[in-house]
């Protein structure tokens, strides 16, 4: 017998070694075996098996070792030298079954149905064979053929497959499954050999089974190892999914968020403009009518419902735009008196009273002096639609050494605090279609939050609404000196205005915004030169050397567009510069804000009044001479 000669000692320590490895790693994949990994609990279940079957084997020669005492209760055929036969044989068909059971589920393989019911049944298989085969060289190569066919199957199920990447952990397993398939083959060449050839004949054959528990050892050591670093990647491979398929679900749920977003926004739009459409549309027909009354009473209602389009495209555009806020010393009481004192004619003709409060203390705002004028507007414009006659709206400032208060109170019905959360949403809004568009104090919070302030609404003592606007202090020096503001939009008479044969260059691809622009030029004694795009008007002032005295030109068209005019012009004739206006729908856009924070020339907005932008264009024609009347700046908030 292989374990008793003088080599035995050796072998039966390297066994000892193998049973404690197995335990070991049983604990190991015990903490290591997840609900989600059913496989790394069949592997658990496998090193628990190949532990009780090492455990039966290491006690039997143990006991049976030649320098023990008496040994006749474990000689081979008695019963206690079966049942420790049992519980090896049945052990270490466990770990076979386990084994390819959890890799076969681990890569997809085939495997029986109902896996753990078998491997109670070849459990108790391998004890019943166990203790009816008589010596260990029969419990050698009673197991050979199954482990050399469950180690190679293993194996095979562990190959990188097509197109996969390689893992280093399921090709060290891999590799020493093949191998320990051969030693296995190997194992039962040497046990045949010994059991037919004399004793003399099979000293070399006896080599590699009094080796059996060292090369064991090794491998075992090796698999286990190579096992518990393929369950890590496994582990690392699922944490990549579980991210990837978050960033996919996160990504889904922003398109979806931007989707409603949008749907919101179309809806809103499409609410607000199709009233004013509906009117302009009803009105048009009645401009074909006989009745001068019945014309201008059409154009009236067309025209007003125009502007009421033109606003609402407006405050869109001021909530989308990205382009910081051009910040300058603003006086807050002057900012206030003037926005109130252009409130005040609106208040009187709704009999609703506003009430001025202003702090004692001065302050300074740095801040956008058009942009903090709107959100007054809108707030002021929001107290007196909810204000009955007799009423009151008061507006007051409160001064600390960091921060200004704007408070607007009136005693309408209030907002309530469900309400309070979606108040400032664009198109929400709790009064009547007619009187608001849902825009006003959206567009307040956006130039609020642009220049880092807060604004927040609740209840008044006494019942309605109050707003409050809080925004940060200018720290300035004492020696500052102010100079007040002139209003938004006092102009004054150019020296061109009575010029005639002013020539005009017209830029843009829509036939028909041309046609508008040049019927009402021509009908001003302009003499318009029309181009559709920006190449064919610098073909016009550059290589050709026409002279105009102001440009209209689109921002956004094909080719070079706007942009790339106005940079072409500061390039190669800056002169020009000061000539042009610029047209556009668009200032929402980051290429279109960027370019409204760097142009410094005039940039109308549209749709925009004729009259607005003919008095821009007279500006332009007469810059040279007029550059002491007004001052050429960027683009205004509308």
């Not at 390689?166 to 060290?172: A, I, K, L, S």
Request: charged share 20%; hydrophobic share 50%; with cysteine.
């Amino acid at each position: 017998m292989f374990f008793l000669d003088n080599t035995g000692f050796f072998a039966l320590i390297c066994l000892f070694i193998q049973c404690i490895i197995a335990w070991v790693f049983a604990a190991f994949f015990a903490a290591l075996a997840p609900k989600q990994a059913p496989w790394v609990r069949r592997w658990f279940v496998a090193f628990i098996g190949l532990g009780l079957g090492l455990a039966g084997v290491s006690w039997r020669f143990l006991l049976a070792h030649r320098h023990m005492g008496d040994v006749a209760i474990v000689s081979e055929g008695l019963p206690m030298t079966r049942l420790f036969y049992g519980v090896y044989l049945a052990g270490k068909f466990l770990f076979l079954w386990c084994l390819v059971g959890g890799v076969a589920e681990l890569r997809g393989g085939w495997w029986v149905r109902s896996p753990w019911l078998n491997a109670m049944a070849l459990f108790a298989l391998g004890a019943g064979l166990g203790a009816a085969l008589p010596t260990i060289e029969a419990i050698l190569l009673a197991q050979a053929l199954p482990v050399m066919l469950a180690f190679a199957y293993s194996a095979w199920l562990l190959r990188s497959r097509l197109g996969e990447q390689r893992q280093m952990g399921r090709f060290v397993v891999a590799s020493v499954l093949w191998a320990w398939a051969f030693v296995w083959l190997v194992y039962s060449v040497c046990t045949i050999a010994v059991g037919l050839l004399s004793p003399i004949s099979s000293t070399i054959w006896n080599i590699p089974l009094q080796m059996n528990s060292f090369v064991d050892l090794t491998l075992q050591v090796v698999l286990s190892t190579g096992m518990v670093v393929l369950v890590m990647q496994q582990a690392q491979n699922a944490e990549l999914r579980a991210l990837a398929e978050r960033d996919q679900l996160r990504e889904r749920f922003e398109r979806g968020e931007k989707t409603r977003a949008m749907s919101l926004l179309v809806s809103g739009v499409a609410h607000e403009i199709n009233n004013p459409l509906t009117a302009i549309l009803g009105h048009a027909e009645e401009l074909a009518s006989e009745s001068p009354d019945v014309r201008r009473h059409a154009a009236r209602v067309v025209t007003e419902q125009a502007e009421r389009c033109r606003n609402i495209v407006q405050r869109l555009s001021i909530l989308g735009r990205q382009a910081p806020a051009t910040r300058e010393p603003v006086d807050v009481e002057a900012l206030v008196r003037r926005v109130a004192d252009g409130f005040r004619p609106q208040f009187g003709q709704a009999l609703v009273r506003l009430d001025l409060q202003l702090a004692p203390e001065h302050c300074i705002l740095h801040a956008e002096p058009a942009a903090l004028e709107q959100v007054l507007t809108n707030l002021l414009a929001n107290a007196l639609q909810v204000s009955a006659a007799g009423g009151l709206v008061v507006l007051a400032t409160e001064v600390t050494l960091e921060h200004v208060r704007l408070l607007v109170d009136d005693q309408g019905p209030g907002v309530s605090p469900a309400d309070r959360k979606h108040v400032f949403e664009p198109f929400w809004s709790t009064k009547q279609a007619t009187k608001g568009t849902g825009l006003g104090l959206a567009v307040a919070k956006a130039l609020v939050d642009k220049h880092g302030g807060l604004i927040e609404v609740g209840e008044r003592p006494g019942g309605g609404a109050r707003f409050v606007v809080t925004l940060p202090c200018a720290n300035h020096s004492p020696g500052l000196k102010l100079t007040a503001r002139p209003p938004l939009r006092e102009h004054r008479e150019p020296a061109t205005a009575n010029r005639p044969g002013l020539r005009l260059l017209c830029i843009d691809d829509e036939p028909m915004v041309r046609a508008t622009i040049v019927r009402r030029a021509q009908s001003e004694g302009w003499q318009v030169v029309e181009a559709e795009c920006a190449e064919v008007a610098l073909e016009r002032l550059l290589t050709n050397g026409e002279t105009f005295d102001a440009i209209a030109c689109d921002l956004r068209m094909p080719g070079i567009a706007g942009i790339g005019f106005h940079d072409l012009l500061l390039a190669k004739a800056p002169s020009l510069l000061q000539r042009v206006i610029f047209l556009t729908g668009d200032l929402v856009s980051p290429d279109a804000a960027a370019f409204a924070a760097r142009c410094r020339v005039p940039i109308v907005t549209k749709p925009f009044l004729m009259n607005d932008l003919f008095l821009k264009l007279r500006e332009a024609a007469g810059a040279e001479a007029a550059a002491g009347v007004r001052e050429v700046s960027g683009p205004t908030l509308p």
